[in-house]
Nanobody, 116 residues
Framework: QVQLVESGGGLVQAGGSLRLSCAASGSIFSINRMGWYRQAPGKQRELVAS?????NYADSVKGRFTISRDNAKNTVYLQMNTLKPEDTAVYYC????????????WGQGTQVTVSS
């Protein structure tokens, strides 16, 4: 069984910063792609950033957010700078994990609220 546990969300003023963390644990052989998604009220879940063979960002966060990984710790981070009210959402960690098979796992989500 694999678990993804997120931390680092909270309330911040516009222009501020937050750093999200997501640690994977369990019977992990390896982790391929890891990424962050977000879902605002009334909207679909969207990709924010991913790190696998390449690094990808949503246009709305380019230049402000940075994704990084610590493979030794099976952990992915999302450094969020110059936050805007429109960044308010529940942020979810996602990972493609190889155990005896390969499948996608999701974290429970962490709330990020940016006040104007």
């Amino acid at each position: 069984q694999v678990q993804l546990v997120e931390s680092g969300g909270g309330l911040v003023q516009a222009g501020g910063s937050l750093r999200l963390s997501c640690a994977a644990s369990g019977s992990i052989f390896s982790i391929n792609r890891m990424g962050w998604y977000r879902q605002a009220p009334g909207k679909q879940r969207e990709l924010v950033a991913s790190s696998g063979g390449s690094t990808n960002y949503a246009d709305s966060v380019k230049g402000r957010f940075t994704i990084s990984r610590d493979n030794a710790k099976n952990t992915v981070y999302l450094q969020m700078n110059t936050l805007k009210p429109e960044d308010t959402a529940v942020y979810y960690c996602n990972a493609f994990v190889v155990t005896d098979t390969m499948r996608s796992y999701w974290g429970q989500g962490t709330q990020v609220t940016v006040s104007s």
